[in-house]
């Protein structure tokens, strides 16, 4: 039939022309995007830099922590390890948890959120903890609208693809974690940490990343940055949090200059005479970064890699320090009657269980399985080292204070160490669904409502955290009684 050859006509013509524009249209683009990519291996872009420590201030001063702001008889840490939103949207639920628990103490009505002094987070928990920090009761439930709720990893995704942040990545100074540091300080609407001091009784903030060379914790913290001899007043909470969730590979390094070189007011760290190795290895790690023509430049990634609780450092301080009496005893001026510890743990399962398989595992599985698997041998080392710590710390306020000079802690101090991991997730939340939840900055809705069903309820839930309670009761009523 006719119908199946096509015979050219001048009404053709027109039809040629309108199919023929829109592919000409789509090369010249492909062919500007390719020659942008070129052009932009001359880009010098360079990123935020950490500044000098200012000449006004006093480094042996900047290298103590920060005094307790709230109740000095109550000190709380409390901490959020890594996961992604997952991690995220866990530690919001035990925030919040602590935001509905209502206590008598100390002759005043409170709740337990206003008596942090500390929060301290890695990777996805520092999201949450520095968010905490810098808006305090505001975060709830603005964090969960702006961040939790929202797809911020495709948001990310599309936000590096625009043509200049592709041209800003061909700089040898900028990687593709300055572009997730831009995006977080529209979450944090470009606060630094001058701006949680400014705040009067928010919680000192403790964001860890990990030293790329050292293998070990490095933390924003005046101490830390009095060794680099650099301002933290300065730096973007954006920084710090994206510096803590820089996974190797998948996000690029950030770097930190070191000017010690430079520095008007030098340092020295004695060598440490301690017997306990973690004690010697901190205090090596600290020296290391006295040296700037070794070290010019720090370059830190994710910080689970070196502790993914983030409680880690502050336990080898503790024991660099002398003990749990030398380390708190320039943050309190009064008594401290109870330590408080909340680890907040949002590890998830390997997605499989090779070990039922005779297979060769394939490189998702090994991966998979050294980061969820053999990796959290490391948390598990953490936790089991904070139990044996606490009990070392009760055993040296066992001592009777005429032992003891200036005690910091009232003699009927306690110690209570909170664990709430998301393993002990009820079957009826859904416990092996939650430990699955993917690695990621963003999760579907209906995980972000379980993970903070789960954070309320296993902290609700925990026996330590119920003795916490019962003992502020027993000692109110003792208090009452006199």
């Known amino acids: ?92 639920g035990v925030l919040d948890a602590l935001r509905q628990t209502q206590v008598h103490w100390q002759g005043r009505d409170t709740n337990l959120l206003d008596e942090i002094d500390v929060i301290s987070g890695v990777s996805g928990g520092s999201i949450m903890a520095a968010y905490f920090a810098a808006f305090g009761k505001e975060a709830f439930p603005a964090f969960e609208e702006q961040f939790l709720r929202k797809n911020f990893q495709d948001n990310l995704i599309s936000y590096a693809l625009k043509p200049t942040n592709l041209h800003d990545l061909t700089s040898l100074w900028f990687g593709r974690s300055n572009l997730l540091e831009r995006r977080l300080d529209e979450l944090f ?89 973690r004690a010697r290895l901190l205090r090596e790690s600290q020296r290391s970064y006295l040296d700037a023509t070794a070290r010019p430049y720090i370059h830190l990634v994710d910080g689970g890699l070196a502790d ?37 743990n949002a590890e998830r399962d390997p997605a499989q269980h090779i ?7 394939s490189t998702g599985q090994v991966i998979d399985t050294l980061l969820f698997g053999a990796g959290a041998r490391a948390t598990h080392e953490t936790l089991g080292l904070l139990k044996d710590t606490a009990q070392a710390w009760r055993r040296e306020l066992g001592r009777t204070a005429s032992d003891v000079q200036d005690d910091p802690f009232a003699p009927d101090a306690q110690i209570h160490v909170i664990n709430v991991n998301l393993r002990d997730a009820p079957d009826m939340i859904g416990r092996s669904f939650l430990l699955q939840i993917p690695t990621a900055f963003s999760v579907a809705p209906v995980e972000v409502s379980l993970l903070i069903d789960a954070g309320h309820h296993i902290l609700q839930e925990s026996p330590e955290f119920k003795a916490l309670l019962e003992s502020m009761r027993v000692v109110e009523v003792e208090a009452e009684g006199k």
């Open 1 to 92: 039939m006719s119908s199946t050859k096509h015979v050219a006509t001048p009404s053709d013509q027109p039809e040629v022309s309108l199919s023929v524009e829109p592919l000409s249209r789509r090369c010249r683009m492909a062919v500007a995007m390719v020659l942008v990519l070129l052009l932009g291996a001359c880009s010098t872009v360079r990123p935020w830099q950490n500044q000098p420590m200012r000449v006004s201030q006093d480094r042996a001063a900047a290298a103590q922590d920060t005094p307790v702001v709230g109740d000095p008889s109550m000190l709380m840490l409390v901490s959020m390890s890594g996961g992604g939103a997952r991690a995220a949207a866990f530690g919001y």
């Open 189 to 277: 609407k470009g606060k630094t940490f001058a701006d949680i001091q400014s705040r009067p009784g928010q919680p000192a903030l403790l964001v860890s990343a990990t030293d790329l060379s050292l293998g070990s914790n490095f933390e924003f913290t005046g101490r830390q940055f009095s060794l680099i001899c650099s301002d933290l007043d300065s730096v973007p909470l954006s920084f710090a949090v994206a510096a803590s969730s820089a996974v190797p590979l998948a996000l690029s390094p950030l770097t930190l200059k070191n000017f010690n070189g430079e520095c008007p007011q030098p340092m020295d760290l004695k060598v440490s005479t301690a017997t306990d190795y």
């Open 308 to 344: 993914n609780l983030g409680l880690r450092s502050v336990l080898d301080r503790a024991q660099a320090d002398g003990g749990i009496r030398d380390s708190v005893r320039h943050i309190s001026r009064t008594k401290i009657k109870k330590l408080v510890i909340i680890a907040v």
């Open 355 to 361: 070990d039922a398989s005779d297979q060769v595992p």
